[in-house]
């Protein structure tokens, strides 16, 4: 059963850094591309930066672009989100969120098809 | 890249069907196939109903549907049930190799 949990949400200083983890089990974590999503209290989703499978590939939503980098381990099964010069704005619960694979077509689509539970992160003086 | 457009909230009695709408440009569901609808309940983290405009992944009830028309992406809900109430989100792929989602409908079951 695909399993995803996040960790390292917290209170922390404008201007500070901290790092997510989100710990895969269930399935061949080295084979999906992986994304963090945000969601601010009473907002809707917001994606954050997208993986692929091997790492060789990321991509991030302007408002984060030079302050977070995505990374992952998947000799952990571990997907990290390093997030610098933290902003009020940016306090939200950040979900890690797997890509999925159509069996019929037999391709890795792009959703994010399996969420965690969330880790929260408010960014507060 | 702005976020896609959607009806605030869409309403209908049991049984009946509706639909939501998710506009967006040339740049994002207008040129690519990989819009996606997410269903979240109070509380609950967002699940995928619908991936590549109409596939539905497995263990989704066939009552979901996705279609798309130009910059304009849809959610068809048939046979509207009580535990169909919950928000409804789009997401598109975009030019700019990022994704966006739409603000979110409110699905009521009258």
């Known amino acids: 059963q695909v399993h995803l949990v996040e960790s390292g949400g917290g209170v922390v200083q404008p201007g500070k850094s901290l790092t997510l983890s989100c710990e895969a089990s269930?399935?061949?974590?080295?084979?999906?591309?992986m994304h963090w999503v945000r969601q601010a209290p009473g907002r809707g989703p917001e994606w954050v930066a997208l993986?692929?499978?091997?790492?060789?590939?990321?991509y991030y939503v302007d408002s984060v672009k030079g302050r977070f980098t995505i990374s992952r381990d998947n000799s952990k099964n571990t997907l990290y989100l390093q997030m610098n010069s933290l902003r009020a704005e940016d306090s939200a619960i950040y979900y890690c969120?797997?890509?999925?694979?159509?069996?019929?077509?037999?391709?890795?689509?792009?959703?994010?098809?399996?969420w965690g539970q969330g880790t929260t992160v408010t960014v507060s003086s | 890249q702005s976020a896609l457009t959607q009806p605030a909230s869409v309403s209908g009695p049991p049984g009946q069907s509706i639909t939501i709408s998710c506009t967006g440009t040339?740049?994002?569901?207008?040129?690519?196939?990989?819009v996606s609808w997410y269903q979240q309940s109070p509380g609950k983290v967002p699940k995928l109903v619908i991936y590549d405009v109409h596939k539905r992944p497995s263990g989704v009830s066939n009552r979901f549907s996705g279609s798309k028309s130009g910059n304009t992406a849809s959610l068809t809900i048939s046979g509207l049930q009580t535990e169909d109430e919950a928000d409804f989100f789009c997401a598109s792929y975009t030019s700019d190799k990022i994704f966006v989602f739409g603000g979110g409908t409110k699905v009521t079951v009258l």
């Open positions: 993986i692929y499978y091997d790492g060789s590939n990321k």
């Open positions: 269930g399935f061949s974590f080295s084979k999906y591309g």
């Open positions: 969120a797997s890509q999925g694979y159509d069996s019929s077509g037999s391709y890795y689509y792009y959703a994010m098809d399996v």
């Open positions: 040339t740049s994002d569901i207008g040129t690519y196939n990989f």
